[in-house]
């Protein structure tokens, strides 16, 4: 027979977990969106395509255009040669990060090599070897 102060915790650390649980339970009920809207969202993410996959990356969000070239580039450019990516002098350095990420993210495994130049906008190019 267990002596009647370990059973009384026993007790107290079952309710205790038990409405700690009803509480994390209560919680997610509330703030979680009905199980229909889960999943029409869910059927949205696996009807998607790799093109509008690629459309609501972060990264591209942004600048669609520019990602959309550079989505056609991949696929024209041989993946083992390197990409020359020139950004304009006038670009603030923010500007030109999120850029390169972009590039970075849809021109993989190419390596992007950053150029600055005297152009208005930003450019993409096949890094020429030497002789």
Excluded: H, Q
Excluded at 113 to 126: G, M, P, Q, S, Y
């Amino acid at each position: 027979m267990e002596p009647p102060l370990r059973r009384a915790r026993s007790a107290a650390a079952w309710a205790l977990a038990a409405s700690a649980f009803a509480v994390l339970a209560v919680r997610a009920a509330r703030e979680t969106r009905p199980f229909g809207a889960s999943i029409e969202l869910a059927g949205k993410f696996w009807k998607a395509n790799a093109a509008t996959r690629m459309y609501n990356s972060p990264l591209v969000r942004e600048d669609r255009e520019f990602g959309e070239r550079l989505w056609k580039l991949d696929r024209e450019w041989p993946p083992d040669r390197d990409v020359v990516l020139a950004v304009p002098e006038s670009a603030p350095e923010a500007v030109r990060e999120a850029r390169r990420r972009m590039a970075a993210y849809l021109l993989a495994p190419r390596r992007v090599l950053v150029r600055l130049d005297k152009r208005r906008d930003f450019d993409v190019e096949l890094l020429t070897r030497g002789p």
